[in-house]
């Protein structure tokens, strides 16, 4: 599992990307895109670029763990 450059949710940029959210949650790129790509899941599509508003992101974490 890697380790998060973050350290609390204070530090997280207002918008994540697909990379900022396989860097937090400790997974690969590749589960990522998978994550944000679920039923579900609060991702935003601009274009091509894929983005995570911090509070929605905050929440979903919130309500999916046991």
Known sequence: ???STYKSF???P????VQM???ILGISRT???ELVSSKGFPALKL???IVVPKDQFIE???QNTK
Not at 14 to 17: G, I, K, S, T
């Open 1 to 3: 599992m890697k380790e």
């Open 10 to 12: 204070e530090d997280l």
């Open 14 to 17: 207002l918008m994540l990307n």
């Open 21 to 23: 959210i396989a860097n």
């Open 31 to 33: 589960k990522s895109y």
């Open 47 to 49: 274009g091509n670029r």
């Open 60 to 62: 979903w974490i919130r």
